[in-house]
């Protein structure tokens, strides 16, 4: 069998989000069409959230973390989620979900943690 493309992956991986997120009560969820230079992150129909899903051979956290706010600040979204998939891991409830600690920690304390 031939290997996924590096675009059907990525795909693949948005889609399980989304699909994930339907599931758990974000229901206008769905892949954002491809936006050009003003990227604004892989998923809409979360208000106040740019979603960067990663499905890739390796990590590359750094870089992966700026593009998220570079959408972010082009959404102007108080919360950003860079979402990524773990090498054979395709239960969507195990990726790991990477935000900075000032947005967790006003999240938190939103939330009444703090």
Same mark, same amino acid.
């Given at each position: ?7 059907a992956k990525g ?5 399980t989000w989304v ?7 974000? =229901?206008?969820?769905? =892949? ?7 990227? =604004?992150?892989? !998923?809409?129909?979360?208000?106040? !959230?740019?979603? %960067? *899903? ?8 750094? %870089?992966?973390m700026r593009e ?12 950003? *989620? &860079? #979402? #990524? ?12 979900? #990477?935000?900075?600690? %000032?947005? &967790?920690?006003?999240? &938190? ?6």
């Amino acid at each position: 069998m031939k290997p996924a493309s590096a675009k059907a992956k990525g795909r693949n991986a948005e889609n399980t989000w989304v699909d994930y997120l339907v599931n758990r009560g974000w =229901r206008y969820a769905e =892949r954002r069409r491809l936006t050009g230079i003003l990227d =604004r992150g892989d !998923i809409t129909g979360t208000p106040g !959230i740019t979603w %960067e *899903v990663k499905n890739q051979k390796a990590y590359n956290f750094a %870089e992966w973390m700026r593009e998220l706010a570079d959408e972010q600040a082009n959404t102007k979204d108080p919360v950003g *989620v &860079l #979402v #990524v998939k773990p090498r054979g891991i395709t239960d969507a409830s195990q990726w790991w979900c #990477v935000m900075t600690g %000032e947005q &967790l920690t006003q999240l &938190l304390k939103d939330a009444g943690w703090g």
